[in-house]
């Protein structure tokens, strides 16, 4: 049975709908509403149904009190979450450091209730100059260092908040990698903090298209992103300048999947007829949760790669275990100054791994599973 037949993915996309258009939803016999937590839960939507799920006197009460625990904690990190970037925000303007919120941050703002919108952390794209800035204030205010990746510098602060600063949008050496140089160019300064910058409209729907299709090539998404897409598009659409939407998505190679999506989007929360093109884009969407999975990247990487599956696997395994120089230098800052420790760096990272054998082990076996 295709996952597009299951009631549990239908009475899903309904609830959303109605969520969206704030219709009352109909009662659909035979629900699982265990499994339609699961789901809403791989996907980070459960807060959009959850009001919706409370009213309804079909649902199981103990059900019912999963949804409400699984929103209520989402609700208190929420709270600590917005705290926090408030206060990292004002010492962003103190220092004079340039900044500009993303994702979440601004996507948020388009759902009947902001809380509606789950974030897992807050990305922020800044100016690489103020780097060692940004990291001293992220240690002042009691956050260790996740990663600094090839794109990013991750900090986390228990129990729930994660900042991702981000040097630039896409990272040089994945597959997938549109040049973003344009974006400071087109934003606008926050009128009350000079430091803010907000991402233009029609970049903001350029970069929400190129991120969701970023994670749908490499690993599968979810369908968060379509939600994403259509309250955006909802409530801007006559104010987009798609001329100069299409040139830049055409110039990325993604022309087709932006319509593609977006006439999915429309038909699933318009409640409209799907095509046979529109399921199988839907169960895409809704195999892979919210961020896709490593076994679906990982074939991916091998599919790209030339000669048999099992020299795959052993290229990725050696790349994985002695990453390139540059890479290297993204995810260990002191061999920017210092390089010729990269062997010693090596060394460590072969340590690291297997202090994390958890994940380790649980990435040999997505690569044996693979056949």
Not at 351 to 363: C, I, L, M, Q, W
Request: hydrophobic residues 35%; glycine residues 4%; aromatic residues 12%.
């Amino acid at each position: 049975m295709s996952v597009t037949d299951k009631k549990e993915v239908k009475y899903l996309i309904h609830l959303l709908a109605c969520a969206f258009s704030g219709k009352a939803p109909s009662v659909i016999d035979g629900v699982d509403y265990k499994k339609l937590l699961s789901i809403a839960g791989r996907h980070q939507v459960y807060n959009i149904i959850f009001p919706l799920i409370t009213d309804l006197e079909c649902v199981p009460e103990k059900e019912k009190a999963e949804f409400r625990d699984s929103s209520l904690s989402e609700l208190k990190r929420m709270l600590v979450m917005n705290n926090e970037r408030s206060i990292i925000f004002e010492q962003l303007k103190e220092n004079g450091i340039r900044f500009m919120p993303l994702k979440g941050l601004i996507l948020k703002a388009y759902y009947p209730k902001e809380s509606m919108r789950q974030m897992s952390d807050n990305d922020i794209l800044f100016d690489e100059e103020n780097r060692d800035s940004v990291a001293k204030i992220m240690k002042q205010n009691g956050y260790r260092v996740l990663a600094t990746g090839e794109n990013s510098d991750d900090y986390h602060k228990e129990p729930y908040s994660t900042f991702e600063f981000h040097r630039t949008l896409f990272f040089e050496e994945n597959d997938f990698c549109p040049r973003f140089d344009f974006v400071w160019d087109n934003a606008v300064k926050d009128e009350e903090n000079p430091c803010l910058y907000r991402m233009s409209l029609n970049d903001t729907y350029i970069y929400n298209v190129c991120h969701m299709f970023k994670h749908y090539s490499s690993g599968g998404c979810g369908i968060r992103f379509l939600c994403d897409n259509y309250l955006f598009l909802k409530k801007e659409n006559e104010k987009l300048d798609f001329e100069y939407i299409n040139s830049k998505l055409d110039s990325f190679g993604i022309a087709e999947f932006e319509k593609q999506t977006r006439e999915l989007a429309f038909k699933l929360f318009d409640e409209k007829e799907l095509s046979g093109d529109d399921e199988n884009l839907l169960e895409n969407f809704i195999n892979f949760g919210i961020f896709g999975t490593s076994k679906a990247r990982l074939e991916k990487v091998f599919e790209a790669t030339d000669g048999s599956l099992e020299s795959a696997k052993q290229r990725y395994i050696l790349k994985r275990l002695f990453p390139p120089k540059k890479k290297m230098i993204a995810d260990y800052r002191a061999l920017e100054k210092r390089p010729y420790l990269l062997p010693l760096y090596y060394i460590y990272r072969l340590f690291r791994g297997a202090a994390h054998s958890k994940e380790t082990v649980n990435e040999i076996k997505d690569i044996n599973s693979i056949k």
